[in-house]
């Protein structure tokens, strides 16, 4: 399983995990949730104490990563599987986003 932290504006929302290549969750950080001043993260992601539940990458997070050109040069350049739609995300998401969402690899101990 891979997990990665969820940050809007630097501030830890929750967690993103891939379970297997057809099941992928997403949950709130109990912190993140109870503050009513914080924002869900996105529209398709209202805020929530249950888990979220994908067969597929949420589109939101999906729509986080390059398209074409750029997503090939990325995946060549980083050695990930083109198709790898998590692990492209876990290495490109990092730290310079278009929105105000970024995430962090959680390494395993």
């Known amino acids: 399983m891979?997990?990665?932290?969820?940050?809007?504006?630097?501030?830890?929302?929750?967690?993103?995990?891939?379970?297997?290549?057809?099941q992928f969750v997403f949950k709130y950080?109990?912190?993140?949730?109870?503050?009513?001043?914080?924002?869900?993260?996105?529209?398709?992601?209202?805020?929530?104490q249950k888990e979220y539940s994908s067969k597929y990458l949420f589109p939101f997070f999906f729509n986080m990563l390059s398209e074409g050109v750029n997503r090939k040069l990325q995946s060549k350049q980083l050695r990930i599987d083109e198709e790898d739609n998590f692990g492209l995300l876990m290495a490109?998401?990092?730290?310079?986003?278009?929105?105000?969402?970024?995430?962090k690899p959680i390494v395993a101990k």
């Open 2 to 22: 891979r997990q990665v932290e969820v940050y809007r504006n630097g501030i830890f929302a929750g967690i993103l995990a891939e379970v297997n290549h057809q």
């Open 92 to 103: 490109t998401a990092q730290f310079d986003t278009i929105g105000t969402i970024t995430v």
């Open 29 to 48: 950080d109990d912190v993140y949730f109870n503050d009513a001043s914080k924002p869900a993260i996105s529209l398709t992601l209202p805020k929530t």
